[in-house]
């Protein structure tokens, strides 16, 4: 039983990390119908920048600030540079992210090399919080719970009360409508990019102290988001939602009870899902 | 949607017959090419046979089979490595290693075995990955072949972890060591030759203009009365097939597969390797291998051997930003025809099938 619950935490808490680097990367898709096959690295080098700037200032909570602000920028950089560019070329813009996150994982090796990182957060967040049935678990992962459902009401709040989220929910419906009334797409391209791959530098800091940032970091986080979105459906947050728990259940349970098979489970999820609902659960036909 | 559209060109083609298709012009270039495959090992050294000859003519085969499906089924699939990877395993877990986990089972049971076994996992991708389009098959595929890397990895009661298989070896067969590098260069030249016609007549033939069919237009397809789907898992399972082959000469070559042979890197390296020679036709994997392999023999000279990624990564990313040839120019036609208005659409080009 407490293996059980254990377990049923550590997957509610992987979920949470899962659902804040696939939320920006379905996000992303469901506006631009663009598969960033980079967000991976993206994530990957927020960690890493988050983990100097925190080293340099001393401040964890700087270094969060640092990892989401970086990757913001970074992300801008790509829409407005690159895939701008490229606008209704799916194939083109997927192979230019392809070539861009060997780029990237190849240059993070070269300057972080191939080792782990531990992040030293304050003390307050690491110590073990006393649990009823299992006595203790890690405070840090219940906060890395409370940050995902507070990123998920605010992602919520923005899409649906602000004017630059309801442009966004236009434009995933029907872009050509949405630039014929006027609006900027390319401004609300640019800024959904920006949020999706903070989001994703902002989990590599986050993400990298629950558990290490190490070169391969950024495959795992890659697979696990594109599987959370295929299961859950491509450009909804709520089903992101769904399918992040739902993919960090399965890992968790898999890797407790049968540790050679982990990850025959979340692949079993997705080949179900594609069987019985390839849009996704929350996912619309195309 | 009207019923009456104009046909498009490939449909045309397909209800005019294929007697205007039957044509295999035979060019000077053509004998040419030939000879010099032919001639190459005599002259070249042992290294540039197997190394770079062998190397590239295998790896163009399982390039070929991404070709099959993106150049005449519009479907990228990355899955094409860890097809013929699996394909790889299944020589080693059935056939002869050097780790105790291996069955042991003779070559004549084990390649039709594990060829039967890679086809048939294909087929199971394909079937996953029909039912949505475009982009979403890039998704799909790469995450089925990243959920087996990462299954091959942690598993080590089957596929023996991290390590993998080492000391696979092709069979001693009438007294010729196929390991050598004279006779497994010529065993690599005669399957790719035999898959670059295969595909060649196979896209000629009614299945491959119907499948040209369903990538210019699955909608009128279907509206004739195919069965779109089942023509593209069937075009799976085919690619799957030339794959697998690919896969055993892989684990020949290597000697060894392990969880890096299907890992990320690798199943890209296919990708590279199609986008930079062209998806068009067939004899444009083959050129791409050659190039990669060149590439990945000689970056030490120009570029620290440590950075072949940065490279690698670096050309494809600049073959992809400047050249409309291959997919690329395959994809925009496609959506071209997908959302301009009729009338343009009749004047959209067919790809040239030049042989």
Not at chain 1, 18 to 40: D, I, K, P
């Amino acid at each position: 039983m407490r293996l059980f619950i254990l377990t049923f935490l550590n997957g509610l808490t992987l979920g949470a990390l899962y659902f804040m680097v696939a939320s920006g990367f379905t996000l992303v898709f469901g506006l631009m119908r663009q598969v960033n096959l980079a967000h991976g690295s993206l994530y990957l080098l927020g960690g890493y920048v988050g983990y100097e700037v925190a080293q340099a200032s001393g401040s964890w909570f700087v270094g969060v600030a640092a990892g989401f602000a970086s990757m913001a920028v970074a992300g801008l950089l790509l829409q407005v540079v690159l895939f701008r560019h490229m606008e209704g070329q799916d194939l083109r813009q997927t192979l230019v992210t392809i070539a861009i996150s060997i780029i990237a994982a190849d240059l993070m090796l070269a300057r972080w090399g191939g080792l782990t990182y531990q992040f030293d957060p304050p003390e307050w967040l690491f110590g073990a919080t006393p649990m009823p049935l299992i006595n203790a678990y890690p405070t840090y992962r219940l906060a890395l719970l409370a940050t995902a459902i507070v990123i998920g009401l605010l992602l919520w709040f923005f899409l649906t009360k602000t004017r630059v989220g309801m442009m966004i929910r236009a434009g995933v419906d029907d872009r050509a409508i949405l630039s014929a009334t006027g609006v900027n797409v390319q401004r609300v391209f640019a800024i959904t990019f920006a949020i999706g791959a903070g989001l994703a530098g902002f989990a590599g800091v986050v993400g990298g102290t629950a558990l290490s940032i190490a070169p391969g970091e950024d495959n795992r986080y890659l697979l696990a988001s594109l599987v959370v979105v295929i299961v859950g459906g491509m450009g909804s947050v709520p089903g992101a939602a769904i399918g992040a728990v739902l993919v960090g259940l399965a890992e968790q349970f898999g890797l407790a009870y049968t540790p050679t098979y982990g990850i025959a489970y979340t692949f079993l999820i997705m080949v179900l899902v594609l069987a019985i609902r390839p849009q996704g659960i929350l996912g619309r036909p195309t | 949607m009207s019923a009456v559209a104009p046909p498009s060109t490939a449909v045309g083609t397909l209800a005019r017959g294929r007697a205007a298709q039957r044509r295999y012009p035979l060019r000077p270039q053509h004998v040419i090419v030939a000879l010099l495959l032919l001639i190459y090992p005599l002259v070249a050294t042992d290294f540039w046979t197997l190394q770079i000859g062998a190397q590239a003519l295998l790896l163009g085969v399982i390039a070929l089979s991404l070709m099959f499906l993106a150049g005449y089924g519009a479907m990228v699939s990355l899955a094409q490595m860890t097809v013929a990877g699996l394909a790889a395993y299944m020589m080693a877990i059935f056939g002869v290693s050097a780790i105790p986990l291996s069955l042991g089972w003779p070559w004549w049971i084990v390649v039709p075995l594990s060829l039967v076994i890679a086809t048939l996992f294909a087929t199971f991708v394909g079937a996953l990955s029909v039912r949505t389009e475009g982009i979403y098959t890039i998704m799909i595929t790469l995450a089925i072949g990243m959920a087996v890397f990462y299954l091959a990895q942690q598993n080590y009661t089957v596929f023996n972890g991290f390590d993998g298989f080492k000391g696979l070896e092709p069979p001693v067969l009438f007294d010729v060591n196929w390991r050598g590098p004279l006779p497994f260069y010529y065993l690599c030249l005669t399957v790719a030759a035999l898959c670059y016609f295969a595909v060649l007549y196979l896209s000629r033939s009614t299945f491959g203009l119907s499948m040209q069919a369903i990538r210019d237009n699955p909608r009128r397809m279907r509206a004739l009365g195919f069965d779109v789907n089942l023509h593209r898992i069937a075009a799976y399972a085919i690619a799957g097939f030339l794959a697998a082959l690919g896969g055993v000469l892989f684990a020949w070559y290597n000697g060894r597969v392990s969880p890096g042979s299907i890992g990320i890197h690798s199943i890209i390296g296919i990708l590279i390797i199609g986008v930079m020679g062209g998806l068009r036709h067939p004899i444009g994997p083959f050129v791409g291998a050659i190039v990669y392999v060149l590439m990945q023999t000689f970056a030490i000279d120009f570029i620290d051997r440590e950075r072949f990624n940065t490279l690698i990564g670096t050309v494809f990313l600049l073959t992809v930003l400047f050249s409309s040839d291959g997919l690329l120019g395959l994809w925009d036609g496609m959506q071209r025809r997908l959302t301009a208005p009729r009338a343009r659409r009749q004047r959209s080009a067919v790809p040239s099938e030049e042989g």
